[in-house]
């Protein structure tokens, strides 16, 4: 089955500077693969996703890039804020029957430093 | 307003006390999954349901059951909680076929003593 790793598991920043998150999948038939952000007390809401269809996509100061090649994916944080501040959970869409079912990393706990 | 809800959203409970968590979403969405969050595991999914009385098994179903009976509800049941069962737990709904798109409800954190 699909598995998804995520890294780095801390990353901390200073305001203003950018962040990056790194994912790797394993299976070739994934083709969803979205973002989501946690903030403290609540539960994860999507934030950015990317088909397989596509390389990049961009949305103000988020982006992801998608290499179907190299099975992995990345999120990018431009100029961030305070408010970034969060856990960032990255997933790809499993396989087999379950069409809906997405596998989750492990998490990133970013900070940004004010 | 769309969303997702969880009830209650904190418990504490001890071992082998039947326990119910209720999910409930307003968006008419097909699909519908339970998922555990522990400190560096991520999300785990414990059950699925793609329909009313559709329901498989996720990742780490052991110590689980659930039931779909209509289409917007979808409780977590525990029939003996153990203290391994102590974690964050999440419902989340999307609108089906290969919809990926998952909206979560705000968690509810349990305490097995």
């Known amino acids: 089955g699909e598995n998804v790793e995520q890294h780095p598991s801390t990353l901390s920043v200073q305001e203003g500077d950018s962040a990056v998150i790194k994912c790797t999948y394993s299976?070739?038939?994934?083709?969803?693969f979205p973002w989501y952000k946690q903030e403290l007390g609540k539960g994860p809401q999507l934030i950015i996703d990317?088909?397989?269809?596509?390389g990049e996509k961009k949305d103000q100061r988020i982006a992801v890039t998608l290499n179907k090649t190299a099975k992995h994916f990345s999120l990018h944080i431009t100029e961030t804020q305070p408010e970034d501040s969060a856990v960032y959970f990255c997933?790809?869409?499993?396989?087999?029957?379950?069409?809906?079912?997405?596998?989750f990393g492990t998490g990133t706990l970013l900070a940004v430093q004010p | 307003e769309a969303q997702v809800t969880q009830n209650p959203r904190y418990l504490i409970t001890v071992t082998g006390k039947k326990l119910t968590v209720t999910c409930s979403q307003n968006?008419?969405?097909?699909?519908m999954s339970w998922y555990r969050q522990d400190p560096g595991l991520g999300l785990r999914q414990i059950y699925y349901?793609?329909?009313?009385?559709?329901?498989d098994k996720g990742d780490v179903p052991e110590g689980y059951k659930v039931s779909r009976k209509e289409k917007r509800n979808f409780p977590l049941i525990l029939e003996s909680p153990s203290p391994n069962q102590t974690s964050l737990y999440f419902c989340?709904?999307?609108?089906?076929?290969?919809?990926?798109?998952?909206?979560f409800g705000p968690g509810t954190r349990l305490t097995v003593t």
């Open positions: 989340a709904s999307s609108l089906g076929d290969r919809s990926y798109e998952q909206y």
């Open positions: 299976d070739s038939a994934s083709n969803y």
């Open positions: 990317i088909r397989s269809n596509v």
């Open positions: 997933a790809a869409s499993g396989s087999g029957g379950a069409t809906n079912k997405l596998i």
């Open positions: 968006m008419n969405h097909e699909y």
């Open positions: 349901s793609m329909n009313v009385e559709v329901t």
